[in-house]
């Protein structure tokens, strides 16, 4: 069996790896850490304009036999690959219980510029979502409804945070992700490009099943989802063209940020789907 390379937490390629569970280092070095097979196997296929994303793995002997196929496929993207103990990985490593692959990552954002060149029809606005868990989790809503861009304000969480690549589950090397975005700068571009806004608020005036029976979900969309406590602020429904709650038939007193997300999500991409749904005249 192979002898791990890395064994002191101490060294110079640990140190490195590990500053970037921390926010300033990251946005310094532009380089964020995947962890998991899932995450490194997506970041291995990963490119910005030809340029891999991932540009560095660290992985224990264990791991690297098991997930033979990932470290090749690391290899090949040009990753420096780095067989490390175990106490290595739980040093760079950000969860308690360590999967033994942790990737080292370029930056992927898309310029806000480039999600309005591409037209798209659906779209998950983060306005003021805290919680990376929460904003990871929405991200993988949102490429599991086919959404085509998910837009941070800069009054959200880090997209970059380890808990939101992990919540993300791959999601986030899937579709372009913009970042730091203002609020009402994020609105007028979407608006601009034809997207209709549609604010998701538990007090919103419409409710989404009524807005399905009408008709009015099969163009263009973007959601805006709020804060995880207080929801979304009055200037920022405001700027909407619709505020549109999530009806509760049964007793539940609410919907978690990601339930919701979800919900909304999928109505937008089944309306689209139907028949004079935008996708379905877009891609016939």
């Not at 937490?9 to 998991?36: H, I, M, T």
């Not at 910005?48 to 090949?76: H, K, N, Q, S, W």
């Not at 007090?203 to 709020?226: I, N």
């Not at 405001?238 to 909304?264: F, I, Q, W």
Request: glycine share 8%; hydrophobic share 45%; net charge negative.
């Amino acid at each position: 069996m192979p002898t791990p390379e890395l064994i002191s937490p101490r060294s110079a390629r640990v140190s490195a790896a590990r500053r970037l569970a921390k926010r300033n280092f990251r946005g310094k070095d532009r380089l964020f850490l995947a962890e998991g097979p899932q995450a490194v196997r997506e970041a291995a296929g990963h490119r910005v304009d030809g340029t891999p994303t991932l540009v560095e793995l660290f992985a224990t002997v264990e791991a690297a036999e098991r997930y033979a196929d990932i470290v090749g496929a690391a290899r090949d993207a040009g990753a420096r690959v780095h067989l490390a103990s175990e106490d290595v990985i739980a040093d760079v490593s950000t969860t308690v219980t360590p999967q033994g692959l942790v990737g080292v990552c370029r930056f992927l954002d898309t310029p806000f510029a480039d999600v309005l060149a591409a037209r798209p029809r659906l779209v998950a606005v983060l306005a003021h979502v805290r919680d990376p868990g929460n904003a990871g989790t929405v991200l993988r809503c949102a490429d599991a409804a086919g959404a085509e861009a998910v837009v941070l304000t800069d009054a959200s969480v880090d997209l970059y945070n380890p808990k939101a690549v992990r919540a993300s589950v791959g999601s986030l090397f899937h579709l372009p992700v913009a970042v730091g975005v203002p609020v009402a700068d994020a609105v007028r571009g979407l608006k601009d490009a034809g997207v209709r806004i549609v604010a998701a608020d538990g007090a919103g005036d419409r409710d989404l099943d009524e807005e399905l029976d009408k008709g009015s979900m099969g163009g263009p969309t973007a959601w805006v989802f709020g804060n995880e406590a207080w929801g979304l602020p009055e200037e920022t429904r405001a700027l909407a063209d619709a505020v549109v709650r999530v009806p509760l038939h049964g007793k539940a007193e609410s919907l978690n940020l990601a339930t919701a997300a979800a919900v909304c999500l999928y109505a937008s991409a089944r309306a689209q789907r139907a028949s004079g749904g935008c996708r379905s005249v877009t891609e016939s």
